[in-house]
């Protein structure tokens, strides 16, 4: 009797109710869980794991892209518009001076694309399972720096080629190497949490890429832009990384000074208006996406 009595007792307890977790969304605009994103942060890792392995599953070249996404575009600018236009490039070879700004400009147009189209391509998951839906665009974001990574080995080669020595200004790189992904973010958390409602955002993303390009010097030096439009050509934030990427690496380049600098607070009113609107509309992503 003695040890049916105790069976009864573990099937019973066995069998009692686990104690319901009921999710709410915060309220208000100004709430934001940090504690959560700590608690959630391993998750972090497998999605930037994850988009790492799908993005070259099942290609030909696999990981040669990341060297000729921005190589390539470094040939093209050479040969049209440094030997045949003959822009200036402030007494810096021009391969180096359009690689130099072309790796921050991949890193930012890969990374925003990416995370603008992040939360719709992850449909299925967002409306299954609960997480810090934050995440999904952030890791998309995260998961470029090994493409630049790999990248940024062709330059230290071609640097070493022209015999051009880094300077102390190299370690101010990640400073602006933060401020691209920053970038990146801001722009993505806007037009992912607006792509989930409006399906026609991506058109404009794509429209928006192309007109930064051409507005940020990548292919042409800073000072062909006149002094009365340079102010206005600063509120462009990649203006200033690009700018800062030439300096930190090359030590030659003249910055555009105060108009340079105006990337760092735009990109940081991009970055908390963005965050203050993908939170309030995040509740809504499961039942409209």
């Known amino acids: 009797m003695g040890e049916n009595s105790l069976l009864q007792a573990k099937t019973s307890v066995s069998e009692e109710p686990q104690p319901a977790v009921v999710i709410e969304p915060l309220k208000g605009w100004l709430s934001f869980d940090f504690h959560e994103l700590w608690e959630y942060r391993e998750l972090l890792y497998f999605f930037i794991w994850r988009d790492i392995k799908v993005r070259y599953k099942q290609t030909i070249l696999g990981g040669v892209w990341v060297i000729l996404q921005p190589v390539m575009p470094m040939v ?38 990416a995370s603008s189209r992040s939360l719709v391509m992850n449909q299925s998951l967002i409306t299954k399972v609960y997480f810090p839906r ?33 300077t102390w200004a190299a370690l101010t790189l990640p400073l602006y190497l933060l401020l691209t992904l920053l970038t990146a973010l801001a722009l993505g958390l806007w037009t992912s949490a607006l ?65 340079a600098l105006l990337s760092l607070p735009i990109v940081l009113l991009l970055l908390v208006s963005g965050l203050l609107y993908f939170n309030r509309t995040e509740k809504t992503f499961a039942d409209v996406i």
């Open 76 to 113: 093209i600018f050479s040969i049209f518009f440094g030997a045949l236009a003959r822009i200036p490039s402030e007494d810096i070879p021009y391969p180096i001076f359009t690689y130099t700004a072309l790796l921050p400009w991949h890193l930012f147009a890969s990374a925003f694309f």
């Open 134 to 166: 934050l995440f999904v665009p952030l890791s998309v974001i995260l998961g470029g720096l090994i493409d630049f990574a790999i990248a940024f080995t062709v330059l230290l080669g071609m640097m070493y080629y022209y015999r051009i020595n880094l």
């Open 195 to 259: 792509n989930v409602v409006y399906r026609d955002v991506h058109h404009v993303i794509t429209f928006l890429t192309q007109f930064l390009m051409f507005a940020t010097p990548i292919f042409y030096p800073a000072s062909l832009v006149p002094e009365r439009w340079r102010i206005l050509y600063g509120l462009n934030p990649m203006v200033g990384v690009v700018e800062g990427f030439r300096w930190a690496l090359l030590g030659k380049v003249q910055t555009l000074e105060f108009s």
